[in-house]
């Protein structure tokens, strides 16, 4: 399943089973989480420098998946021009 916000990716899963997903990630924030946390790994398929796959194995809290969710939007609202950014708000 593919999440979007105005017609642009910020999240790719496989809905039926949910083994990953993949995340779009600030460069710096992605080389560091995947230091971090060996169930982070370059984009699957994706760009490698601006994407992540995180494996849903139990090792990564909840919490911390929803916020990198979070900042994944949060990356493709920014890129958006500013009046649709506004309308989002």
């Not at 779009?24 to 984009?43: F, M, Q």
């Not at 139990?58 to 969710?69: A, E, F, Y």
């Amino acid at each position: 399943m593919v999440f979007k916000v105005m017609g642009k990716m910020f999240a790719l899963t496989r809905i039926d089973s949910f083994p990953s997903i993949n995340l779009k990630c600030d460069p710096e924030k992605a080389v560091e989480l995947r230091e971090l946390y060996t169930s982070v790994t370059e984009g699957y398929h994706m760009s490698k420098k601006h994407w992540i796959t995180v494996q849903m194995d139990g090792n990564i809290s909840d919490h911390k998946i929803h916020s990198w969710i979070d900042h994944s939007y949060e990356l493709v609202v920014l890129a958006l021009p500013k009046k649709v950014q506004q309308s989002l708000a």
